[in-house]
């Protein structure tokens, strides 16, 4: 495991002109790509369309500096051109789509890994993998710092998302190691926002739709268990600290601010209004008990720490949501 003993100021001198994002039409790769766009780097969106949509980019086919690919980086990768960053966030990401698509999820976490590690290492790029909470499993340390090094079954439900990315870290590893490509791994916690889909499965667009049409707030277990969310603003912003330093991580981007997941239904039912009743269903296996980040290495090596709460950002998802129900989407980013 890298030290901590870089220097505490990254400064945003790389030159980017030209990034790759993969799984860039999917919830959190959509915004990296309007957030890269807006800074100016020119950016090629691949995505299969397996979770991710074509309607979270239209608003940027506009732009000359954007240019979507269908593509799936589990059998190929290849960009013509100059390449300075390559973001690989190709990945089924919430449990009801990783549990239906098992294979895709571990071929995407080492096959597509391994092509655009390819790709990054050809062109001379960065490489940022995005990597998640979940390798910490149903962690025995809390809150979870990046030397923890988890506690996760490899042959349950979840283990097809939490393996994919745990051997997508030694993937990544291995080649800044043995090949002396430039890479970093940001381990996510939880992001929420505009552009989730209602039927993913996760707790908040779950909650909310069911607030918002009035139907009965299903919650895991006795809703104990908690998990830390970030709005996406926050973790783009974290996300691309990771990608103008030179650091290789691992490091936590989310947000400290932990709450039950009962906690979150009530605060969603209180937000909409809703005349909904909260009601509980069995905890799926394996499910984690608690999750919180430990940020410290984020703030000294990035300096970076979140600064939305969670009630406004809840609000502004809520928003969101309420107004693409009603036919009349709002712009978001």
């Not at 799936?72 to 009801?96: I, K, Q, R, Y």
């Not at 909310?208 to 049409?213: K, S, T, V």
């Not at 330093?245 to 039912?269: C, F, K, Q, T, W």
Request: proline share 7%.
């Amino acid at each position: 495991m890298e030290q901590v003993d870089e220097p505490n100021v990254v400064s945003e001198s790389r030159p980017i002109r030209r990034a790759v994002v993969t799984g860039g039409a999917g919830f959190l790769g959509s915004h990296l790509c309007e957030q890269l766009l807006g800074r100016g780097v020119e950016v090629v969106c691949l995505d299969n369309f397996l979770t991710g949509s074509p309607e979270n980019v239209a608003h940027l086919m506009e732009d000359p500096g954007f240019r979507l690919v269908r593509c799936d980086v589990t059998d190929f990768v290849h960009v013509p051109g100059p390449v300075d960053l390559v973001l690989h966030f190709a990945s089924p990401a919430s449990p009801l789509d990783y549990l239906k698509m098992p294979i895709e999820t571990l071929k995407v976490g080492s096959l597509g890994t391994l092509h655009t590690l390819g790709l990054a290492h050809e062109k001379g790029a960065r490489y940022v993998l995005a990597s998640t909470s979940e390798v910490y499993g149903d962690p025995l340390e809390h809150p979870q710092r990046e030397e923890y090094w988890g506690n996760v079954n490899p042959v349950g439900p979840r283990g097809v998302y939490d393996e994919a990315k745990r051997f997508s870290e030694a993937m990544t590893t291995a080649y800044r190691t043995s090949k002396g490509t430039d890479t970093g791994i940001v381990r996510i916690f939880n992001t929420y926002g505009p552009r989730m889909r209602p039927d993913d499965g996760r707790a908040i667009p779950a909650f909310i739709g069911q607030a918002l049409e009035g139907r009965r707030i299903t919650v895991a277990g006795d809703g104990s268990q908690t998990r830390s969310i970030c709005y996406v603003d926050d973790t783009v912003r974290g996300i691309l600290a990771m990608a103008y330093s030179a650091h290789a991580g691992p490091v936590n981007i989310g947000n400290p601010d932990e709450l039950s997941m009962l906690e979150l239904a009530e605060r969603i039912v209180a937000m909409t209004g809703s005349s909904s009743e909260i009601g509980f269903v069995d905890l799926p296996v394996d499910d984690p008990k608690v999750r919180r980040p430990d940020t410290t290495r984020a703030e000294q090596l990035l300096d970076w720490r979140p600064s939305v709460p969670s009630a406004e950002g809840l609000q502004r998802t809520v928003e969101w949501f309420a107004a693409q129900r009603a036919g009349r989407p709002l712009r978001v980013g």
